[in-house]
C-alpha cells in the first residue's frame, strides 16, 4: 500500500475519532481563553431577604441556621461571627451571608457550578486524574499525526510544496510573534 493512501485512511479515521474530543476542547478553550472576564466554571448569585435576627446579643447558631431556612437553595452553614462593624458574617457552602442584626437585613453572594461547561474546563485542565491524563495525551498526540499529515495529502498546486508552505510558514510565525511580543 502506498504511503499516500496509508496517511488518508488514518487521517480519516484517526480524524472522525477525535471530532467530538475536539469539540469539547475547543469549547472549554473558549470559555477558559475568557476568564477574565467572567468565571468560566461557577456563577455568582446575590440575594437579599429579611430575618427575624433584631439585636447582635445572644445570636446563636441556632439563630443563625433559622434566619437562612427559609432561602431558594439548600444553605448550609459552616460558621459566623460579628465583624468590626456589628455586622453578623455567615460562613456557609460556597459563599457568605451578612446580616444587619439592628434591621435583621441580610444579603447572600454563593458560587454555583455552570452545568457541563464546569465539567469541560475541568476536562480540558485533564484535572479529573491520571487516566484522563493519558487519553488527554493520546488525543493530543493523535492531533499531532492528524495536523502533519493532512500536509502530505494534497498534490499538486494547493499541496504542501506550494500553496500549503506559506500556509504552513504562516500558521507557525503567528503564535510566535505573539510569544515574542507578550511573553
Known sequence: MKIRKLLRILHR????FIVGMTVVYALSGIFLNHRHDFNPDYKIY???????INSAE????Q??????????MDVVYKKHY???QGMIKVFIENGEAIINPETGKASMSYLQRRPIIFEMNKLHKASVGTLWKWVSDAMAVI????AVSGLFLLKGKRGL???GWWFTIAGVIVPLIFALLYI
Request: glycine share 2%.
Open 63 to 72: 439563630a443563625v441556621k433559622k434566619a437562612l431556612t427559609n432561602q431558594e
Open 161 to 163: 510544496s506550494r500553496w
Open 143 to 146: 492531533l499531532l499525526f492528524v
Open 58 to 61: 445572644n445570636v446563636d447558631e
Open 13 to 16: 479515521d484517526l480524524g472522525y
Open 82 to 84: 460579628i465583624n468590626n
Open 46 to 52: 446575590f440575594t437579599e431577604f429579611q430575618t427575624d
